[in-house]
């Protein structure tokens, strides 16, 4: 209770510091903000209000939870845009018959400068609650069950990220029953493509031992997560009703498609025109990539795209070190400024603002051979952004990315859209959201690592690396 206490208290003290530093810096321009009235009920009002609501959108103060760098840039750009709405309000509020009724942008200087503090404040206290909280407490001792070498090493690299979080003592393929006893060590379980039947099993054993359970949902299960709980009489049913959009639904959303590309592509254009010209500059060769993409019900369309890559080359998704990428199209990449002309898809009604990218064809072949529930995709019109952009990463694995979306389609609603279309904004803040493909087994994974996981790897699934060794060649980049 004191290790809660403490950390609700860092919290509180974030908050009251954001709110308290701008009523007093912009009080040295506004002496009204500094003592009781009514231009301080409204701006304290305002500024609390759309700053819950902004960190609604872009996530709260979860120490522990997160690490430090994603917590800065969501509460960051959430204090941010607070201050610009609290600072319009302001001015809004002293646009009166003395300036003859002309909104003007007064005391910009202190608005900075509380921007300013602002991020200097955030920036302190979230090093500091995060540190706070990993010396009050230590990382969850963790199993890993999961079904091959493969799966093994998404896992731990995606674990591994959070060392302070999670510390992974054992690793076993679930066909392996001696786990049973390894489970009761532990605070945490990870279940990772492990199969249904088994899954059950062993979250009903966790269940009774009160255990902690992470696993990677199929896509039965998200129509599920969100199923309602219907009575019919006394009897319980849970209704996955079919996910359609109504008519006002989807007037809503193309309105929000039309105004916002036509403001997007106006306030880019000289964007659009620097780009334009960089890539004409750098080699000559057109400027407008267009390619074959499928969108809802399988409709087939040109994807516009600014160029990236040399002219007349190879056509698949881009790998890491790909010397096919220019280096001016490297820059439009890593800042999503090819992805711009895709708003005129949007304005042709092809593309959605919001909804699961469009994959390419020959991809989208390969996928559902691989995961037939990859066409599920296809149910809704893609988009230009989407949660699986938000949340996942340019190279999360296929069927991921389908869990991802497949949440988007079951979770639809015009809210979640304009809080997805917010979001966007985070990703630009993301090193790791343009990361490439790199089908090296243990990319993400260090050497010491894997000298800790040896004895797991090498007790379940030794077969299974020979086998990938032995396909890869005398060249091989598998480390042994």
């Not at 190279?395 to 639809?412: A, V």
């Not at 993301?430 to 990319?443: G, I, M, Q, V, Y």
């Not at 396909?471 to 091989?476: A, L, P, T, Y």
């Amino acid at each position: 209770m004191i290790k809660k206490i403490i950390i609700v208290l860092i919290k509180a003290f974030l908050f009251i510091s954001l709110v308290l530093s701008f009523l007093f810096i912009m009080g040295q321009g506004l002496p009204q903000l500094l003592r009781p009235s009514r231009t301080l009920a409204v701006t304290l009002l305002i500024y609390v209000v759309v700053g819950v609501a902004l960190l609604s959108v872009y996530g709260s103060f979860d120490l522990g939870k997160r690490k430090s760098k994603p917590i800065i840039s969501s509460i960051g750009l959430a204090t941010v845009l607070t201050d610009i709405v609290s600072y319009i309000g302001l001015m809004i509020m002293g646009t009166n018959e003395i300036n003859g009724f002309r909104f003007r942008a007064d005391n910009l200087g202190l608005f900075l400068l509380s921007v300013a503090v602002h991020i200097i404040i955030i920036l302190i206290l979230t090093y500091f609650g995060n540190w706070v909280y990993f010396k009050l407490n230590e990382p969850e001792k963790c199993i890993l069950i999961t079904s091959s070498i493969e799966y093994f090493a998404e896992a731990i690299s995606a674990i591994g990220r959070f060392k302070k979080q999670f510390q992974v003592i054992y690793v076993c393929d679930y066909r392996n029953r001696d786990f049973l006893e390894e489970i009761i060590k532990c605070d945490t379980v990870f279940l990772y493509a492990v199969p249904v039947k088994e899954r059950t099993e062993i979250i009903e054993f966790c269940y009774n031992h009160l255990k902690n359970v992470y696993f990677n949902p199929e896509v039965p299960d998200i129509s599920e997560m969100y199923a309602k709980h219907v009575l019919i009489d006394d009897i319980s049913f849970v209704n996955e009703a079919v996910k359609n959009k109504n008519f006002f639904q989807r007037v809503v959303k193309r309105g929000m498609d039309i105004g916002i590309s036509l403001i997007a592509l106006i306030l880019l254009s000289p964007v659009m025109l620097v780009a334009a010209i960089r890539i004409k500059m750098d080699d000559g060769g057109k400027i407008i990539y267009k390619q074959k993409r499928a969108t809802i019900n399988g409709n087939v369309f040109d994807v516009y795209k600014f160029r990236t890559m040399k002219p007349n080359d190879e056509n698949h998704s881009a790998v890491c070190d790909d010397d096919r990428i220019t280096k001016v199209g490297a820059h439009l990449r890593k800042y999503r400024i090819d992805e711009i002309p895709q708003f005129v898809n949007v304005l042709k009604g092809e593309m959605s603002i919001v909804g699961p990218r469009p994959e390419m064809l020959d991809n989208i072949f390969q996928y559902v051979k691989e995961y037939p529930e990859f066409g599920y995709r296809l149910r809704v019109k893609a988009g230009i952004t989407g949660y699986a952009q938000i949340a996942g990463k340019y190279n999360t694995t296929p069927m991921n990315k389908l869990i991802l979306d497949m949440i988007y389609i079951e979770r639809y609603s015009i809210f979640r859209d304009i809080k997805l279309i917010l979001q966007t904004l985070v990703v630009l803040f993301k090193k790791d959201s343009t990361e490439a493909f790199d089908d090296s087994l243990f990319a993400q994974i260090s050497d010491d690592e894997l000298e800790k996981y040896k004895v797991f790897i090498e007790k379940y699934w030794k077969e299974d690396l020979d086998r990938i060794i032995e396909s890869k060649g005398s060249g091989s980049d598998v480390r042994q």
